[in-house]
């Protein structure tokens, strides 16, 4: 499949360099080439290319990069393979400059895209980081020449049709190289504000007070799968067990007795309630979408009652993906909070 528009200047794959040369020679002293990382995006979907250059052209503008944009169609019937260059340029300083990205566009058809690896790497801005964006479903076998030079790959979880499957190999994926390869899972970030709000929450002195207290965590989300995450990170910090009795789920606390939960669906923002009942006060956040802020509320227990606004933070793909860009370290976070929850995936 074909895309329908050209996604900058046709080149051939074997000139990208001497042809992008060529782009800042013909832009003078008025632009400045700049990359701090290398964002690889694949994907199969043709509607994609033009909504990710956007993005990425969006990106650039607070994070210089070498962005390479792979379409691939594998189940193209003729083997071909096109590219395209451009540059995202924006203002830097007082506007007398330009500060710009470059953009590489792949289209890899049929046994072309088995050439996935060395296109990647043959067109890397060298000793950069490489931030892999894969966006659908991981397959086996796993191509390890590709996979173990990824510096960050980069997923949504909140996409995977068989999240158990997908996360095996996003696993087995990070083995390859241990060293190097650290899992980025945008439905994980994308929960920041949402955890920010529920610590600005139980740093009310009544809402603190009754930690030891909770008898039921009930989640609304727009996916499943983000709010399990949200429960999975409130299980870590808390220090809640997962336990599956005679068809009954729920955690056991470290003060004894058990909690009670449910995650239930429901268009809207990706968290749009989270509450807790003890027996004698309900407390929690709750956020309208498209809202930029969280209702907090206390409820019950005398002179505790109490309302408050709290940030959700931001829920923009663009801001999402900025987030993961600027951020280091291994997100333990994330992987703790998969493994308290990873019994109700494959639910």
Not at 100 to 112: A, K, N, P
Not at 225 to 246: D, E, N, P
Not at 298 to 310: A, K, P, R, Y
Not at 332 to 345: C, G, N, V
């Amino acid at each position: 499949m074909s895309l329908a528009v050209d996604p900058g200047l046709p080149v051939e794959i074997g000139t990208i360099g001497k042809e992008l040369g060529k782009l800042w020679e013909e832009s003078g002293d008025t632009k400045t080439r700049a990359s701090l990382i290398n964002l690889a995006i694949y994907t199969e979907n043709p509607d994609a290319v033009p909504w990710n250059t956007g993005l990425i052209a969006e990106i650039a503008g607070e994070h210089a990069c070498r962005a390479l944009l792979i379409f691939a169609d594998p189940a193209s019937e003729k083997p071909d393979a096109r590219a395209w260059i451009s540059a995202h340029c924006h203002m830097a300083g007082k506007g007398e400059r330009q500060i710009c990205s470059e953009q590489i566009t792949f289209e890899l058809d049929g046994e072309m895209v088995h050439s996935l690896p060395n296109i990647v790497f043959s067109h890397l801005d060298s000793d950069l980081p490489l931030y892999f964006w894969w966006q659908g479903e991981f397959r086996e076998p796993l191509d390890q020449k590709l996979w173990s030079w990824i510096d960050r790959l980069i997923f949504d979880s909140a996409d995977w049709q068989k999240p158990v499957e997908q996360l095996a190999i996003a696993r087995k994926i990070a083995t390859l190289n241990a060293e190097r390869t650290i899992l980025c899972d945008l439905n994980w970030t994308r929960l920041l504000g949402t955890r920010f709000a529920l610590a600005q929450l139980f740093d009310h002195s009544c809402a603190n007070a009754r930690m030891r207290e909770i008898e039921k965590v009930t989640i609304t989300t727009s996916r499943r799968s983000t709010g399990l995450l949200l429960l999975g990170w409130l299980a870590t910090q808390f220090g809640w067990k997962f336990q599956s009795l005679l068809g009954k789920e729920f955690f056991l606390p470290q003060s004894g007795g058990h909690i009670d939960f449910s995650v239930t669906e429901k268009p809207g923002a990706d968290i749009a309630e989270v509450s807790f009942q003890t027996a004698d006060v309900s407390f929690g956040i709750r956020r309208e979408e498209y809202s930029e802020y969280f209702h907090g509320y206390i409820d019950g227990g005398g002179f505790c009652n109490t309302n408050m606004v709290l940030s959700a933070g931001k829920s923009r793909i663009e801001d999402i993906l900025l987030m993961e860009l600027s951020r280091g370290g291994k997100h333990p976070l994330y992987a703790k909070a998969i493994s308290a929850i990873e019994p109700l995936l494959g639910h």
